[in-house]
C-alpha cells in the first residue's frame, strides 16, 4: 500500500488490483485503508473477487483461486484495451503474475505491457525459471536475494534490481516520545524496551520474552494474534515485565515505536534467507537504538556498534546485556541513535518509488 502511494506521488497513475480474500461483492473503500496504513495520497483501489477465504481448508485452492482471479481480472483489462503496451504490471504476487505472464504472451508483444515482479523470498523453483525467462524485470528487496536469482536461475545483471523496503518518514517525525506515551498510556518514567510485528517463530520475540526477566525494563510485545500469544506463553511463559499487546494496525505502529525507548528485532537463524528489513528502516526512523539478530541478511543495513547493537540469534543472556547496557551508556545509545537517523533518510519510499521507476525506464 505504502508502495502504491509512493508511486502515486512520483508522478505515475496507479490502479491497485486485490483480491477479495472471500468477502463477494465488498468492495474495500479509500477510508478504511487510508486508516488502516496511514496513508494521505489517494490512489485507484480494486477489488477482485476470488474463493480465498472460503475454501482455504483445501491445499494450496486458495492460493490458486487468488491467482486466478488477479491475472483473469488482469487478462479481461488487456483483451479490452484498458491495458496497453505503455503501462506496467507490478506485482509481488508469484503466482497470479505468472498465469497473467503466459496468457499475455500469447498477444502479438506489441500490445503486451511491461511485467516487474518483485522478488521478497525464496520460492519453489517449480514454475520460477520460466517466469524469470519471460518477464522483462525483478526487483529484490536485499542483495542476498538479488545473489538468490543470479545464483539459481542465471537471471542477468540487468534483469534484476535491488530495491530495499522504505519508511514513511513523516509517519515518525510529526509526533514525540511524550506525545507517544500520553496516547498509549506509557508512564513517562516507565523504561520501555519493546518488539513491534508478527509473531511468527522465526521472528524471534520467544528470545526475547526468555531475556525479559534479565531486562531491566519493561519489554513490550506489539503485535500478533491470540493463538500467537498463548503459543509463546505456553513456551516460555509469562514474565511479569512482559507486556503483550495483540494486534495493532499498521497505521498505529509508529506511535509505538516512537513510545519506546529500545527496539528489538531478535530474528532467528531460521529467518536468515527470507526476512524483509523493513521493520528496521521504521526502528531507524523512530530515533531509537536497535539491538537485532547478529544475521547477513541484517547486515545489509545493520552495522555492529555504529547503528545498533548486533547478537548471536536466540541468545536470551547475551540480548539481556546489550539492552542494559543501552541503558547505563548514554553516549553510546545517543550515537547509535544519530547514526541510524541519519542513514535512514535514503530508504524513504518516495525514493525506492524514484529508484523502481529509473529501472524500469531503462528495461
Given at each position: 500500500?505504502r ?12 490502479h491497485?488490483?486485490h ?5 463477494f461483492?465488498?468492495?474495500v473503500?479509500?477510508e478504511?485503508?487510508q ?10 483501489i480494486?477489488?477482485?473477487?476470488d474463493?480465498?477465504?472460503?475454501i482455504?481448508?483445501?491445499p494450496q485452492?486458495?492460493?490458486l ?7 483473469g481480472a ?31 504472451r ?16 525464496e520460492?519453489s ?7 524469470y525467462?519471460s518477464?522483462d524485470g ?6 542476498s ?5 543470479q ?10 534490481f535491488v ?12 509526533i514525540?516520545k ?33 531475556a525479559?526477566?534479565d531486562i531491566?525494563?519493561?519489554v513490550?510485545?506489539v ?25 495493532v494496525e499498521?497505521?498505529s ?6 513510545a ?10 531460521e529467518a ?5 528489513p523493513l ?7 523512530a530515533?531509537?537504538?536497535i ?15 555504529h ?7 536466540e ?18 545509545y545517543?550515537?547509535?541513535v ?5 542513514e ?7 525514493q ?7 529501472f524500469?525506464?531503462?528495461?
Amino acid at each position: 500500500m505504502r508502495m502504491c502511494q509512493a508511486f502515486e506521488r512520483s508522478g505515475e497513475s496507479v490502479h491497485f488490483l486485490h483480491p477479495s480474500y472471500g468477502t463477494f461483492g465488498k468492495r474495500v473503500q479509500w477510508e478504511d485503508v487510508q486508516e488502516y496504513y496511514g496513508l494521505t495520497t489517494r490512489f485507484e483501489i480494486e477489488t477482485v473477487p476470488d474463493l480465498r477465504g472460503y475454501i482455504d481448508s483445501v491445499p494450496q485452492i486458495g492460493v490458486l483461486s487468488m491467482a486466478v482471479s488477479l491475472s483473469g481480472a488482469l487478462t479481461a483489462r488487456l483483451l479490452k484495451g484498458e491495458l496497453t503496451a505503455s503501462d506496467v504490471v507490478y506485482s509481488r504476487n508469484y503466482y497470479g503474475l505468472f498465469f497473467f505472464n503466459e496468457l499475455s504472451r500469447l498477444l502479438p508483444a506489441r500490445k503486451q505491457p511491461t511485467m516487474v515482479f518483485e522478488h521478497h523470498d525464496e520460492l519453489s523453483a517449480h514454475l520460477q525459471p520460466r517466469l524469470y525467462r519471460s518477464i522483462d524485470g525483478i526487483v529484490c528487496i536485499t542483495h542476498s536475494l538479488k545473489q538468490f536469482d543470479q545464483r539459481e536461475y542465471g537471471v542477468p545483471t540487468e534483469k534484476c534490481f535491488v530495491a530495499p523496503d522504505g519508511v514513511d518518514l513523516e509517519q515518525y517525525d510529526s509526533i514525540t516520545k511524550s506525545e507517544a506515551r500520553d496516547r498509549l498510556g506509557i508512564p513517562a518514567d516507565e523504561k520501555v524496551v519493546m518488539y513491534t510485528g508478527h509473531l511468527y517463530p522465526s521472528k524471534g520475540v520467544q528470545t526475547l520474552v526468555k531475556a525479559a526477566p534479565d531486562i531491566e525494563a519493561t519489554v513490550y510485545i506489539v503485535g500478533g494474534f491470540d493463538t500467537d500469544i498463548e503459543r509463546i506463553k505456553q513456551r516460555v511463559g509469562e514474565p511479569s515485565n512482559v507486556v503483550f499487546t495483540g494486534f495493532v494496525e499498521p497505521g498505529s505502529i509508529p506511535l509505538y515505536q516512537v513510545a519506546a525507548d529500545v527496539l528489538i528485532a531478535p530474528y532467528t537463524t531460521e529467518a536468515r534467507d527470507s526476512l524483509s528489513p523493513l521493520k528496521l528502516f521504521e526502528y531507524m526512523a523512530a530515533k531509537r537504538p536497535i539491538v537485532a539478530s547478529d544475521l547477513d541478511i541484517l547486515g545489509e543495513v545493520l552495522t555492529d556498534g555504529h547503528n545498533s547493537l548486533l547478537v548471536p540469534p536466540e541468545s536470551p543472556p547475551e540480548l539481556a546485556q546489550n539492552v542494559n547496557k543501552l541503558f547505563s551508556e548514554e553516549s553510546l545509545y545517543e550515537s547509535l541513535v544519530e547514526n541510524a537517523s541519519s542513514e535512514v533518510r535514503q530508504y524513504t519510499w518516495e525514493q525506492r518509488a524514484k529508484n523502481i521507476i529509473s529501472f524500469i525506464q531503462q528495461l
